[in-house]
């Protein structure tokens, strides 16, 4: 199975911070990773796919890159609605596995 | 949308089924998660079946292959899993989400339902 393992599992930021998440897989899944945003009582929400693609609707302050085994969300300027915790997820085969998260707080 | 039902108190052992409403799109036309989340724990995969295109067939997480089934009803436009002989680590908010596409592996999860709970006690 694929493992994917997230760094760091907890940020404490400011608001208008640029902040960097990494997601790394255990072997290399093209580009086949989405990156989920959850708020506290909610459903994720998908923000990203194929690594750097932006949902619709999304806001261009997020953005991703990477391919193969290392990947990053970033937020260029964080904004108060912005803390949550953020998945990344491949699903390039089975079994479709999600990270194990990052949580983004306030500072 | 997405909406999910049958959440509630089960006895370790027993049975629950769940049911995953779609309006908008057809389930049958679409790959259908179900995606649980342990209380102040992380998104497990739990399952899908593929959609029509696909031949409808599942797929299932190792912790609960042999005991819960995906199946849905295209003609109401319903994604059922159906869970049984339940533990106390099946205890969770369960989530159903569509897919991007009817394949399951290389879709993304880009419709999620507000989540049931599930909780599995004596």
């Known amino acids: 199975d694929i493992r994917l393992t997230q760094s760091p599992s907890l940020l404490s930021a400011s608001i208008g911070d640029r902040v960097t998440i990494t997601c790394r897989a255990s072997q290399a899944i093209n580009n086949y990773l989405a990156w989920y945003q959850q708020k506290p009582g909610k459903a994720p929400k998908l923000l990203l796919y194929?690594?750097?693609i932006l949902q619709s609707g999304v806001p261009s302050r997020f953005g991703g890159s990477g391919s193969g085994t290392e990947f990053t969300l970033t937020i260029s300027s964080l904004q108060p609605e912005d803390f949550a915790t953020y998945y990344c997820?491949?699903?390039?085969?089975?079994?479709?596995?999600f990270g194990p998260g990052t949580k983004v707080d306030i500072k | 949308q997405v909406v999910e039902s049958g959440g509630g108190l089960a006895q370790p052992g027993r049975s629950l089924r769940l049911s995953c409403s779609s309006s908008g799109f057809g389930v049958g036309d679409y790959c259908m998660n179900w995606i649980r989340q342990a209380p102040g724990r992380g998104l497990e995969w739990v399952g899908f079946i593929r959609g029509k295109g696909h031949g409808g067939s599942t797929e299932y997480a190792a912790s609960v292959k042999g005991r819960f089934t995906i199946s849905r009803d295209d003609s109401n436009s319903v994604a059922y899993l159906e869970m049984s002989n339940l533990n106390s680590e099946d205890t969770g908010i369960y989530y159903c989400?569509?897919?991007?596409?009817?394949?399951?592996?290389?879709?993304?999860?880009?419709?999620w339902g507000q989540g049931t709970l599930v909780i599995v006690s004596s």
């Open positions: 194929a690594a750097s």
């Open positions: 989400s569509k897919s991007s596409n009817s394949y399951g592996y290389g879709g993304w999860f880009d419709l």
């Open positions: 997820q491949h699903v390039k085969n089975y079994p479709l596995i």
